[in-house]
């Protein structure tokens, strides 16, 4: 693991997107852990590095794609974690909302993604516990949340980073582009210090 501030380490043997992993006072939380073959191989990245998924007490899923959320039901029950999703991301793996494209519908039939116990459904913007605040950010998926924790900010698929900025995630990847500007925008303002994507490397914010 790839210390990256006093508190939030970037995971870097996970398959599908970016996984990262935060220590803050009492809680223990992976961002996005990601896809089967990668799951064997955080638990011995964790191990060599001192811990243990078992340390785990929320799993923050910035949405429902399975490259972001496939494991994310067998971490909860390793550990009984809460799990954070938007609510609008919920009803999909529930099966009471379509996916919003032709692809996700491809996709949920070819990869299945299982709906994790214990979730915690976030609404709009929230904070979830102190310090840890949910942005919503729908271009991407409409339960879609950029997570910020401090001077760090998990974007998930709303947006990459490049050479210290934010820059447009793929148009053919989101649902609802004509959000996507005002988005950008918006988390661009944010005076954080890093940036942590799901489908870039962390960069620091120039
Ligand atoms: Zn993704």
Redesign the pocket.
């Known amino acids: 693991m790839k210390q990256l501030t006093e508190s939030v380490y970037w995971l870097r043997s996970a398959v ?2 970016r996984c990262y992993w935060l220590e803050a006072d009492d809680r223990v939380a992976i961002v ?1 852990p990601g896809m089967l073959p990668g799951l064997s191989r955080l638990s011995d990245e964790l191990r060599q590095a001192g811990r243990s998924p078992n340390q785990v007490t929320d799993i923050l899923l ?2 429902h ?1 399975f ?2 959320a496939q494991t994310a039901a067998i971490w909860q029950k390793r550990n009984g974690a809460r799990v954070w999703l938007g609510a609008d991301d919920i009803a999909v793996l529930a099966g009471a909302a379509d996916p919003s494209s032709r692809m996700r519908r491809l996709s949920s039939k070819l990869v299945r993604v299982d709906l994790p116990e214990r979730l915690q459904p976030i609404v709009g913007d929230a904070e979830l516990w102190p310090g840890l605040i949910a942005l919503h950010t729908p271009a ?1 998926t409409a339960g879609h949340h950029s997570f910020r924790w401090r001077d760090v900010l998990f974007v ?2 709303a947006a990459r980073a490049r050479q210290g900025r934010l820059v447009p ?1 793929p148009s053919w ?1 989101m649902s609802d582009l004509k959000r996507s500007p005002a988005e950008l925008a918006r988390l661009s303002a944010l005076p954080v210090t890093w940036y942590c994507p ?2 870039s490397d962390p960069t620091r914010r120039r």
């Open positions: 599908g997107a996005d910035t949405h794609d490259d972001h991407h998930g698929d995630s990847q799901g489908h």
